[in-house]
């Protein structure tokens, strides 16, 4: 197991802010850590990486023991944060070789590891620019990239992508991608939900400072009931009708909503219970304009467990 | 014996990255050395006239040593300026992930700051050089005020780090940039505590910058207030004792604030 936390507990003041939190994460594999702000992630993270002390509990970090042996786990982790942890005012390049001689690489490993990183990261042209001058996608690039100065066998990516935009986001995604191909962990926190739908094999739901919830992204939505059939109107007033011919299908409560005309509910029977409410509206004489079945989405699993919003 | 060398290597290391700062970057540091030099012309042709000089002497030659003794201890404003903004930017969270030695995030930090301090100095002494100031005693004794003025500068150092390890807000900085210029003031760098209000002209006395100034021109032979108090007559110790007192104070406070960060 490339990271086994049992029981951490990290206490500010009043709150809890880990309050016996357990996580199992196996070699190889992208877990994605997720909850609402507050909820205990980045304390969680902090405290495998060893920047912060729990107050109780244990931690294994890639066989070491967090407690006895932190100078070691810190040959063997990447920490990228939430915020892009570069110099500004220093190119690329001279950011990684710092980074590289910081990491004990010797001045010539240093720079060959810089122009590797750099390279791989598509930032090859840019290395002898200022940082200042890099896009946010740049920047965050070149931060995964001296996240990596050694191949960690554990790499934690604190929201990686917030405040990117979806170009950068992809770029970010992919070049993490790669790094899982390679048999970097990671460990991801995200408040986006198709961030860790995109990225993460496990997702552990994270709330009040433990967790609530494990499993593949699947597992973790088929525990909210099945598909979700939903359909859209051409008219606002046949509203009423269509809920109530849903409502009979599905066993459960329609929501509806009146400006985007929409009815929909949890439907367990998928193709039956489709062709039932086709038929039903058919012979009642409303017009459909649109017709579907839908997995739900994280963030409705993500209602369902915490009772809020991920991003409240 | 290794984990000592690799202490050095990394701060040495982060001491390089400041020094690219310099190069790549060189406007802050130009700035910051402009500053003393626009204050020496200020003082020393504005309003110097206007100040009389015990024993008639010269006022830039009496001024210079103050303004020396101002530019180390305008320091702490950069020092802290740096410590806050690598604490709020996650790049002191980056070095504490990293297996490196960890005392190297403040030995770089005061490695840096001290070449800064020697280069600010020099610069002083030029610009000194140039309005008329000269030092008439020898050389030995004009680089034991040197190494005075750096020894303060080393003490304070660590009043910057404390501080920008403590407060780590703009705002702060911002307070701290303020508070030095009446620190600064009060003090024997422009006029002597003598002529100020019994209780203030104490504190004056009494402020570690005036011991530093006082013991610096007396080394460097450029005149001074002279004074009858305890402090006055004492200077030349005391500017060895405050910079001690307050290492003795900021070092360990320091070391506690680093270790706190991972609370």
Same mark, same amino acid.
């Not at chain 1, 909820?39 to 729990?54: M, Q």
């Given at each position: 197991m490339?990271?086994?936390?049992?029981?951490?507990?990290?206490q500010?003041?009043d709150?809890?802010?880990?309050?016996?939190?357990?996580?199992t994460?196996?070699?190889g594999t992208?877990?994605?850590?997720l909850?609402p702000n507050g909820a205990?992630?980045?304390? #969680?993270?902090?405290i495998?990486?060893?920047?912060?002390?729990p107050d109780?509990?244990?931690?294994?970090?890639?066989?070491?023991?967090?407690g006895t042996d932190?100078? !070691?786990v810190?040959?063997?982790i990447?920490?990228?944060?939430q915020q892009?942890?570069v110099?500004e005012?220093l190119?690329?390049w001279?950011?990684?070789v710092?980074?590289g001689?910081?990491h004990?690489l010797g001045?010539?490993?240093a720079r060959a590891?810089?122009a590797e990183?750099?390279?791989?990261?598509?930032? !090859?042209?840019a290395g002898?620019?200022?940082?200042? @001058?890099y896009s946010?996608?740049?920047r965050?690039?070149?931060?995964?990239?001296a996240?990596?100065i050694l191949?960690?066998?554990v790499?934690?990516?604190?929201?990686?992508t917030?405040?990117l935009?979806?170009? #950068?986001?992809n770029?970010?995604?992919? !070049?993490v991608?790669?790094?899982?191909?390679e048999?970097t962990?990671?460990?991801?926190?995200?408040q986006y939900?198709?961030e860790a739908?995109?990225l993460a094999? @496990?997702?552990?739901?994270?709330d009040?400072?433990?967790?609530?919830?494990?499993?593949t992204p699947? @597992?973790?939505?088929s525990r909210i009931?099945?598909d979700?059939l939903?359909l859209?109107l051409?008219?606002e007033?046949?509203?009423?009708?269509a809920?109530?011919v849903?409502?009979?299908?599905?066993?459960?409560a329609?929501?509806v909503d009146?400006?985007?005309?929409r009815?929909?509910?949890?439907?367990r029977d998928?193709?039956?219970a489709?062709?039932?409410?086709v038929?039903a509206l058919?012979?009642?004489?409303v017009p459909v304009?649109d017709?579907?079945?839908?997995r739900?989405?994280?963030?409705?699993?993500f209602l369902?467990?915490?009772?809020s919003g991920v991003?409240? | 014996? /290794?984990?000592?060398?690799?202490?050095?290597?990394?701060g040495w290391?982060?001491?390089q990255?400041?020094?690219?700062?310099?190069?790549?970057q060189?406007?802050?540091? %130009?700035?910051?050395l402009l500053?003393?030099?626009?204050?020496v012309?200020?003082?020393?042709?504005?309003?110097?006239?206007a100040?009389?000089?015990p024993?008639?002497?010269?006022?830039?030659?009496f001024?210079?040593?103050?303004m020396f003794?101002?530019?180390?201890?305008?320091?702490?404003?950069g020092?802290?300026?740096a410590?806050?903004?690598?604490?709020s930017?996650?790049?002191?969270?980056r070095?504490?992930?990293m297996?490196?030695?960890?005392?190297?995030?403040?030995?770089?930090?005061?490695?840096?700051?001290m070449l /800064?301090?020697v280069l600010a100095l020099l610069?002083?002494v030029?610009c000194?050089?140039l %309005?008329?100031?000269?030092?008439?005693?020898?050389?030995?004794?004009a680089?034991t005020a040197? %190494?005075?003025?750096?020894?303060?500068?080393?003490?304070?150092l660590w009043?910057?780090?404390?501080?920008g390890?403590?407060f780590? /807000?703009p705002g702060?900085?911002?307070?701290v940039?303020i508070?030095?210029?009446p620190?600064?003031f009060?003090?024997?760098?422009?006029?002597?505590?003598?002529?100020?209000p019994?209780?203030l002209?104490?504190?004056?006395s009494?402020n570690p910058?005036s011991?530093?100034?006082t013991?610096?021109?007396?080394?460097?032979?450029n005149?001074?207030?002279g004074?009858?108090?305890?402090?006055a007559?004492?200077a030349m110790?005391?500017?060895?004792?405050?910079?001690? %007192?307050?290492l003795?104070?900021?070092f360990p406070?320091s070391?506690r604030a680093?270790?706190?960060?991972s609370?």
């Amino acid at each position: 197991m490339a990271v086994v936390a049992e029981g951490l507990r990290k206490q500010y003041g009043d709150k809890m802010a880990l309050d016996g939190f357990d996580l199992t994460v196996a070699e190889g594999t992208v877990c994605g850590l997720l909850g609402p702000n507050g909820a205990g992630k980045t304390t #969680a993270v902090r405290i495998l990486a060893t920047l912060l002390r729990p107050d109780g509990g244990r931690a294994r970090v890639a066989g070491l023991d967090l407690g006895t042996d932190a100078a !070691a786990v810190r040959a063997r982790i990447g920490l990228v944060g939430q915020q892009t942890a570069v110099d500004e005012v220093l190119s690329g390049w001279q950011n990684l070789v710092m980074f590289g001689r910081l990491h004990h690489l010797g001045a010539a490993r240093a720079r060959a590891r810089a122009a590797e990183l750099l390279d791989r990261f598509g930032l !090859a042209e840019a290395g002898r620019k200022p940082v200042k @001058q890099y896009s946010g996608g740049m920047r965050r690039r070149l931060d995964l990239a001296a996240g990596m100065i050694l191949a960690p066998a554990v790499l934690y990516l604190d929201e990686p992508t917030t405040g990117l935009d979806p170009r #950068a986001r992809n770029e970010v995604w992919s !070049a993490v991608r790669a790094l899982v191909a390679e048999g970097t962990t990671v460990l991801l926190t995200t408040q986006y939900l198709d961030e860790a739908d995109q990225l993460a094999g @496990q997702i552990s739901v994270i709330d009040h400072g433990r967790v609530i919830a494990e499993g593949t992204p699947e @597992q973790l939505k088929s525990r909210i009931g099945g598909d979700q059939l939903e359909l859209v109107l051409h008219e606002e007033s046949d509203l009423p009708a269509a809920a109530e011919v849903v409502r009979r299908v599905s066993g459960a409560a329609a929501e509806v909503d009146r400006d985007g005309r929409r009815v929909s509910a949890p439907v367990r029977d998928r193709v039956a219970a489709l062709t039932e409410v086709v038929r039903a509206l058919a012979e009642r004489g409303v017009p459909v304009q649109d017709i579907a079945l839908r997995r739900p989405t994280l963030d409705e699993v993500f209602l369902e467990l915490t009772g809020s919003g991920v991003a409240a | 014996m /290794n984990r000592l060398r690799w202490a050095v290597a990394d701060g040495w290391t982060v001491t390089q990255r400041d020094l690219l700062h310099w190069v790549r970057q060189p406007a802050p540091v %130009v700035v910051g050395l402009l500053m003393p030099i626009m204050m020496v012309l200020m003082f020393g042709f504005l309003f110097g006239g206007a100040i009389s000089v015990p024993g008639g002497g010269d006022y830039r030659e009496f001024l210079l040593p103050g303004m020396f003794a101002m530019t180390v201890a305008f320091g702490v404003e950069g020092t802290m300026l740096a410590v806050t903004t690598d604490a709020s930017r996650g790049i002191t969270d980056r070095f504490r992930s990293m297996p490196m030695a960890p005392s190297a995030v403040v030995v770089g930090r005061s490695g840096a700051d001290m070449l /800064n301090s020697v280069l600010a100095l020099l610069v002083m002494v030029a610009c000194g050089l140039l %309005v008329g100031w000269r030092w008439h005693g020898s050389a030995g004794a004009a680089l034991t005020a040197f %190494v005075l003025l750096l020894l303060l500068r080393f003490a304070l150092l660590w009043v910057g780090i404390y501080l920008g390890l403590v407060f780590a /807000n703009p705002g702060a900085v911002m307070a701290v940039q303020i508070l030095v210029w009446p620190i600064g003031f009060l003090s024997n760098v422009f006029v002597a505590p003598e002529t100020m209000p019994g209780w203030l002209g104490t504190i004056a006395s009494w402020n570690p910058l005036s011991s530093t100034v006082t013991a610096t021109r007396e080394l460097f032979g450029n005149p001074g207030w002279g004074g009858g108090s305890w402090i006055a007559q004492h200077a030349m110790l005391m500017a060895v004792l405050w910079p001690l %007192v307050i290492l003795a104070v900021f070092f360990p406070l320091s070391v506690r604030a680093f270790r706190r960060m991972s609370r």
